[in-house]
């Protein structure tokens, strides 16, 4: 027999204990003497013996797992700003003594891949999940809130919906185009348009009702042949750029973009149409992910602390796995201007 395979029962025959002594061993029960309790965990660590993991789950242990779900149809692999948002979740979980089982769901509708994730929940594999991408109403992240289970989304407004294993982290999208066009308008920038985020969740809507917000405030005026749908993908501003170069309107003197995948994917799109930044137009993005700086030319946007986001949303999500909170949870990253080179006064 491998050591690995050994069973508690012959752990218990090994020591000349009950098994029921074994279990107390395991879970740290003050009710057995030093002695015996040494002579057991001599011979588990002999034998390199592991409980197991289904048995200890129907005992009504916890897993020390979460799960983290990305929603997302293209190349997970290939975005930079979700690599470090998974690397920050799993390096916080791993502070906390947790593993990470992490699963991308290519269509949130098709009902195979729920059901997928929702097993998961089901079959007790994970405490708790955290999901990235998810749109503001997703039934089947409802249906696991509403059954109890402890959830953590980014990016998400829904009102009403504060249930107590609920935890939310969004941004502070509004500040964020006010200090855009605030330093737009300090350049003297009148012609300011925006490639909108994915609307079906919280940062479309609210950078789009930010950037009104803030046009207003600082007396610009609004021109919707300038605001143009798109996403939070690289390839979503490219496409954004190239359908709106097909119209033959001339283009603003600036331009804010959803995030900075967005502005590397418009930029790409306007060098190829020869449109240069920041002489022809100037380029704000959102995030300031680990390229921006690099990117040529550097990216001037708005920069989001997001390992100190996923730090903090990780976090929550464990205490209430532990805890058992009353309380729910939600909070927003703030953002702050960062000045580079993609940007030039008139």
């Known amino acids: ?189 009148r012609q300011i348009g925006l490639i909108s985020g994915d609307m079906r969740r919280f940062s479309g809507p609210s950078k789009l009702e930010g950037f009104r917000k803030a046009m207003e405030r600082y007396g610009i005026p609004i021109e919707g042949k300038w605001i143009m749908p798109g996403g939070f993908s690289e390839q979503s501003g490219y496409d954004a750029i190239r359908e709106f170069m097909r119209t033959e309107v001339p283009l603003p003197t600036a331009m804010i973009m959803a995030n900075d995948s967005v502005a590397f994917g418009a930029i790409r799109a306007l060098r190829e149409a020869g449109v240069r930044v920041p002489e022809d137009v100037s380029i704000i993005g959102f995030d300031d992910h680990a390229f921006s700086s690099r990117f040529q030319p550097a990216l001037t946007t708005l920069r989001v602390d997001f390992g100190e986001m996923m730090q903090r949303l990780t976090t929550s999500l464990i205490d209430h796995i532990e805890q058992r909170s009353s309380e729910f949870i939600k909070f927003a990253a703030d953002m702050r201007l960062i000045v580079r080179d993609s940007c030039m006064k008139l």
Do not use: C
């Open 1 to 189: 027999m491998k050591k690995n395979e050994i069973n508690s029962m012959e752990i218990a025959k090994l020591a000349g204990v009950s098994r029921s002594t074994v279990s107390r061993v395991i879970n740290n029960y003050s009710n057995v003497p030093p002695e015996t309790r040494e002579k057991v965990l001599r011979i588990i660590e002999q034998y390199h013996y592991v409980p197991n993991a289904s048995a200890q789950v129907l005992a009504g242990k916890k897993t020390r797992t979460i799960g983290l779900f990305m929603i997302e149809a293209g190349h997970v692999s290939s975005d930079v700003l979700t690599n470090m948002l998974i690397a920050s979740v799993i390096e916080n979980a791993s502070f906390h003594g947790y593993y990470v089982l992490t699963r991308i769901i290519r269509d949130a509708k098709d009902v195979e891949s729920v059901r997928g994730v929702k097993d998961i929940f089901y079959q007790r594999r994970i405490d708790g999940g955290l999901f990235i991408g998810a749109a503001n109403d997703e039934p089947f992240i409802e249906q696991l809130i509403a059954e109890g289970y402890s959830v953590a989304i980014v990016d998400q407004e829904k009102p009403g919906s504060d249930e107590p294993n609920r935890i939310v982290a969004n941004f502070d999208n509004e500040s964020g185009m006010m200090q855009a066009v605030e330093f737009l308008s300090g350049l003297n920038h």
